[in-house]
Structures are given as structure tokens and as C-alpha cells.
């Protein structure tokens, strides 16, 4: 049940983190300019209140804005608002940002930025719209009330944008200011290494709730990541029987996603499974494999474009964790090290590009040593930390056949399926080229 926040007592930010509340605004990308950024800008209005320099309602139209109900027609609250909207345009621009591939991205700002301003009020939002889909196809990626929990948590705790609030198709989060993506070349330099691994290191140790009925965490026997693989396959099969499919493409037909793929995937969940050690004696192997087979909270897409730096400050920040969850660690620094190849612009070149064995070794020890404070001093004690490491980057490359089949298979859906300009098959074709390359390093050819 969808609740409406009563926002007739005029707080700054009054859905500020609330994960159950949502604004009465369904945002139309597929209409006209004017009419998307009018109920943008409406948006802005209600969750962000004080963002126009006066009013834009009064408190009597916020009241019943706050109990209209959201499963009806908002005809009533546009109605109310209609004279406000002339007065919003004048007060803010909206501006469209590209690279979305999950969601249409808008910043609105305040023309107006010498004006009166608190330090919880903002003057630009990065407002977030959910593409609509068809076959429920968006809740098969994304489960977007789970998303809105991780990012209410980790704004809470620094490691997220804040999240101001929520509408119907969409929510209003933090715009970080003068910065941008790091590019792909840049992932292994020693300038953003070791804030990438520190960062990802920090995600590791939280415990994130899971729903919002209760905040104790327990965590999977396994990650979540073979579940999700799984009903991708099981989606994709259902749809690649509908005569509308239209699976023409050779590429499409030569990757055999429901033969050769779907056998790949069943054969490494076997091979990927929890490690059970039996003896009381734990060697350094046994002990680099329970630690990168561990199950914490991952980011599973830290790439390029969701690690921004800063033009002002050091560091990096981690954004978009749609798919975010519990996960064998490996995977996920798995994936970033995939991500060091050139992958969205499809020149990903694994031999030259994935990181050498002295940067994989750099990035990893800051991530053991931010992650884990005991296990350097174990390792020292052990005289241990060659055979750790080696072993350790073995379970990273293992792990990296999840991301390149997981993220192959996620390409063929939206091939079928999403509106936007991209070649998904090229996409699919280039993981599973990095799959195959993985696979043939650590394991016979004859699996």
C-alpha cells in the first residue's frame, strides 16, 4: 500500500530518506517536453518543498495534495497546481542527462542560485525516472522497493547521494556537484584505485535490510546473484517463444542463449558453491577461498559510470545500485576488474586491458586492509600473504564468469525488449567472448 506523506506543515524535506511514502506525480517521458518537465517540476515542489523561493502552494492545497489518493486520476492535483506551473518555469530549468540505460536521468536547478539558501535546502536535484515496461520486465532487473531501501540506507550513512523523496514512477535524489565519471583506462591508475577498492570495501561491511518490515539482516546461503541469473533465463526462454520476438539476428542465434549458455550457467553454479572446510586446521588456501566466497553486500556494477570523481575533493563516489545485494564478494570485485576492460564502448580487449597481476595485488590489499583488520596480522603470522593473494585472485577470476555470463544474458533481454539505441547483442557477444577466455585459464575446456 502506497502511503502520501501530509506535507501541510511545511518541512524542508519532507520525504527526506522515507522509503514507504510516494508523492502523487506520475511523470509522462513519452509526451511532450512541456507536459514531462511541468510534472517534473511538480515533483520538485512537493518533495522538495523550499527548493522555489516562495510558496507554490498553499497550505490548504498541500493538504489536499498530501490525502489525495494515488491509485486515482491526479486530474484534481494538476488542478490545483495549474496556476503554479508558469511561476515554477520561471524559478527552475529542467535539463536532460544522458547515459541512462535503466532509467531517464533529469537535473533541475535553480535559476536563480544567489538566492536565499540552507544548508538542507538544495539548488539542483537529480531527479529519476523509471522506464516503463512491459511483462513486468523492470521488476525482473530491478526490484525498485528494495532499491530505494539501499539507498535510503546508505545515504544514511554517507555512502550514498541523499534520497529526498519518491513519486510515482520516479524519486529525487542528491545532485553531487562538479563531478563526473571516471573513464574506463582510469579504473586501475593509481589515482582512483585505491579509493575504488576502499569504497567498495566500506559497502562490504554493511548490513542492509532487506525490506522494510524489520532491520535485522540475514544473510543468503548463497548470493543472490544465482537466483537472479536464473529467472533471467527462465524470462528469457518465455519471451523467445512469443511470435513478436523476432529473434532474427545471427549474433543472437550463434550465442544459443537457451542451449550452450543456459548449460554454461548450471555448470558454474555447481562450481561456485559455498566452501565447507572439514578439518580444524584451515590452510591459507582454504582461507583465501572463505574469504572471497563470503557473502556481504555488493554493489555488482561498480564500473566506470557509476564511480564519480571530483574536480574539487579526492576520492571517488559510488552511485546507481540498482543491483545491489548479497553477494560472494569475489563476485563483486570479480565484475569491477571486468569493468577495467573497455566494455560499454565495446572494445573491451582482456588481454591488455583486464588489470595485471601487480595492480589486482594493489587494489586487493587496500580492500583486505580496510575490510578486515585482523586478517594482515594473520597473514604476517602465517607468512602467508603470496599463497593468499594467489589464490585469492584465482577466486576473482572464477567469479569472473558470473559477471560476463550474468551480464550476457541480461543483453539479450534488453535486445528484445528496451527502447533505447544500443547494441545489446554486440554486448552480449563481447561477455561472452571475456567467458569463454576466463574459463579456459582455470579450467579444462571440456566441461
Same mark, same amino acid.
Given at each position: 500500500?502506497?502511503?502520501?506523506?501530509?506535507?501541510?506543515?511545511?518541512?524542508?524535506?519532507?520525504?527526506?530518506?522515507? %522509503?514507504?511514502?510516494?508523492?502523487?506525480?506520475?511523470?509522462?517521458?513519452?509526451? +511532450?517536453?512541456? &507536459?514531462?518537465?511541468? #510534472?517534473?517540476?511538480?515533483?520538485? /515542489?512537493?518533495?522538495?518543498? +523550499?527548493?522555489?523561493?516562495?510558496?507554490?502552494?498553499? @497550505?490548504?492545497?498541500?493538504?489536499?495534495?498530501?490525502?489525495?489518493?494515488?491509485?486515482?486520476?491526479? %486530474?484534481?492535483?494538476?488542478?490545483?497546481?495549474?496556476?503554479?506551473?508558469?511561476?515554477?518555469?520561471?524559478?527552475?530549468?529542467? /535539463?536532460?542527462?544522458?547515459?541512462?540505460?535503466?532509467?531517464?536521468?533529469?537535473?533541475?536547478?535553480?535559476?536563480?542560485?544567489?538566492?536565499?539558501?540552507?544548508?538542507?535546502?538544495?539548488?539542483?536535484? $537529480?531527479?529519476?525516472?523509471?522506464?516503463?515496461?512491459?511483462?513486468?520486465?523492470?521488476?525482473?532487473?530491478?526490484?525498485?522497493?528494495?532499491?530505494?531501501?539501499?539507498?535510503?540506507?546508505?545515504?544514511?550513512?554517507?555512502?550514498? =547521494?541523499?534520497?529526498?523523496?519518491?513519486?510515482?514512477?520516479? @524519486?529525487?535524489?542528491?545532485?553531487?556537484?562538479?563531478?563526473?565519471?571516471?573513464?574506463?583506462?582510469?579504473?586501475? /591508475?593509481?589515482?582512483?584505485?585505491?579509493?575504488?577498492?576502499?569504497?567498495?570495501?566500506?559497502?562490504?561491511?554493511?548490513?542492509?535490510?532487506?525490506?522494510?518490515?524489520?532491520?535485522?539482516?540475514?544473510?543468503?546461503?548463497?548470493?543472490?546473484?544465482?537466483?537472479?541469473?536464473?529467472?533471467?533465463?527462465?524470462?528469457?526462454?518465455?519471451?523467445?517463444?512469443? =511470435?513478436?520476438?523476432? &529473434?532474427?539476428?545471427?549474433?543472437?542465434?550463434?550465442?544459443? #542463449?537457451?542451449? @550452450?549458455?543456459?548449460?554454461?550457467?548450471?555448470?558454474?553454479?555447481?562450481?561456485?558453491?559455498?566452501?565447507?572446510?572439514?578439518? +580444524?586446521?584451515?590452510?591459507?588456501?582454504?582461507?583465501?577461498?572463505?574469504?572471497?566466497?563470503?557473502?556481504?553486500?555488493?554493489?555488482?556494477?561498480?564500473? +566506470?559510470?557509476?564511480?564519480?570523481?571530483?574536480?574539487?575533493?579526492?576520492?571517488?563516489?559510488?552511485?546507481?545500485?540498482?543491483?545491489?545485494?548479497?553477494?560472494?564478494?569475489? #563476485?563483486?570485485?570479480?565484475?569491477?576488474?571486468?569493468?577495467?576492460?573497455?566494455?560499454?564502448?565495446?572494445?573491451?580487449?582482456? &588481454?591488455?586491458?583486464?588489470?595485471?597481476?601487480?595492480?589486482?595485488?594493489?587494489?586487493? @590489499?587496500?580492500?583486505?586492509?580496510?575490510?578486515?583488520?585482523?586478517?594482515?596480522?594473520? $597473514?604476517?603470522?602465517?607468512?602467508?600473504?603470496?599463497?593468499?593473494?594467489?589464490?585469492?585472485?584465482?577466486?576473482?577470476?572464477?567469479?569472473?564468469? &558470473?559477471?560476463?555470463?550474468?551480464?550476457?544474458?541480461?543483453?539479450?533481454?534488453?535486445?528484445?525488449?528496451?527502447?533505447?539505441?544500443?547494441?545489446?547483442?554486440?554486448?552480449?557477444?563481447?561477455?561472452?567472448?571475456?567467458?569463454?577466455?576466463?574459463?579456459?585459464?582455470?579450467?579444462?575446456?571440456?566441461?
Amino acid at each position: 500500500m502506497i502511503s502520501v506523506k501530509n506535507t501541510s506543515f511545511d518541512p524542508p524535506l519532507p520525504y527526506l530518506n522515507d %522509503t514507504s511514502s510516494v508523492a502523487p506525480v506520475f511523470v509522462d517521458c513519452g509526451g +511532450s517536453e512541456e &507536459i514531462r518537465n511541468d #510534472a517534473i517540476l511538480e515533483a520538485v /515542489s512537493i518533495i522538495v518543498p +523550499s527548493f522555489f523561493e516562495t510558496p507554490v502552494h498553499s @497550505r490548504a492545497e498541500r493538504a489536499r495534495a498530501a490525502k489525495h489518493d494515488s491509485s486515482t486520476s491526479s %486530474t484534481s492535483l494538476y488542478a490545483c497546481t495549474e496556476k503554479n506551473k508558469n511561476f515554477r518555469r520561471c524559478q527552475a530549468t529542467v /535539463s536532460c542527462l544522458t547515459g541512462g540505460l535503466s532509467n531517464a536521468l533529469f537535473i533541475v536547478s535553480k535559476n536563480n542560485r544567489n538566492s536565499t539558501r540552507t544548508h538542507d535546502v538544495p539548488s539542483v536535484v $537529480l531527479v529519476r525516472i523509471h522506464f516503463d515496461s512491459p511483462n513486468d520486465l523492470e521488476s525482473l532487473f530491478v526490484d525498485r522497493a528494495r532499491d530505494v531501501l539501499t539507498l535510503s540506507h546508505l545515504s544514511r550513512c554517507g555512502q550514498g =547521494p541523499k534520497l529526498y523523496g519518491r513519486f510515482l514512477n520516479g @524519486r529525487i535524489e542528491e545532485f553531487f556537484p562538479n563531478v563526473s565519471p571516471i573513464q574506463w583506462s582510469e579504473m586501475s /591508475s593509481e589515482l582512483y584505485q585505491s579509493s575504488i577498492a576502499q569504497a567498495m570495501a566500506k559497502m562490504h561491511l554493511q548490513l542492509v535490510p532487506t525490506n522494510d518490515c524489520t532491520s535485522e539482516v540475514s544473510l543468503p546461503s548463497k548470493g543472490e546473484i544465482f537466483d537472479k541469473v536464473d529467472k533471467w533465463f527462465q524470462f528469457l526462454e518465455q519471451i523467445s517463444s512469443l =511470435p513478436e520476438a523476432h &529473434i532474427d539476428d545471427a549474433r543472437l542465434q550463434d550465442l544459443d #542463449a537457451l542451449g @550452450r549458455m543456459k548449460r554454461e550457467w548450471e555448470w558454474l553454479k555447481a562450481e561456485l558453491q559455498p566452501v565447507i572446510v572439514k578439518s +580444524s586446521v584451515v590452510k591459507v588456501v582454504d582461507l583465501a577461498k572463505l574469504f572471497a566466497r563470503e557473502i556481504v553486500f555488493c554493489h555488482m556494477d561498480c564500473q +566506470s559510470l557509476n564511480i564519480l570523481k571530483s574536480s574539487s575533493e579526492p576520492g571517488i563516489k559510488l552511485i546507481d545500485f540498482e543491483y545491489a545485494g548479497y553477494n560472494p564478494r569475489a #563476485a563483486d570485485i570479480a565484475n569491477t576488474f571486468c569493468e577495467h576492460c573497455d566494455m560499454n564502448n565495446l572494445r573491451a580487449k582482456f &588481454i591488455e586491458q583486464y588489470p595485471t597481476e601487480k595492480q589486482q595485488d594493489a587494489f586487493l @590489499r587496500v580492500y583486505i586492509c580496510e575490510v578486515d583488520k585482523a586478517l594482515p596480522a594473520l $597473514l604476517d603470522k602465517l607468512n602467508g600473504w603470496e599463497e593468499f593473494m594467489a589464490e585469492l585472485r584465482d577466486e576473482v577470476w572464477r567469479h569472473a564468469l &558470473i559477471s560476463h555470463l550474468g551480464w550476457a544474458v541480461w543483453a539479450i533481454i534488453q535486445s528484445l525488449t528496451s527502447p533505447i539505441e544500443f547494441d545489446y547483442v554486440q554486448y552480449a557477444v563481447q561477455r561472452m567472448e571475456g567467458y569463454d577466455y576466463f574459463k579456459k585459464k582455470l579450467w579444462c575446456d571440456d566441461s
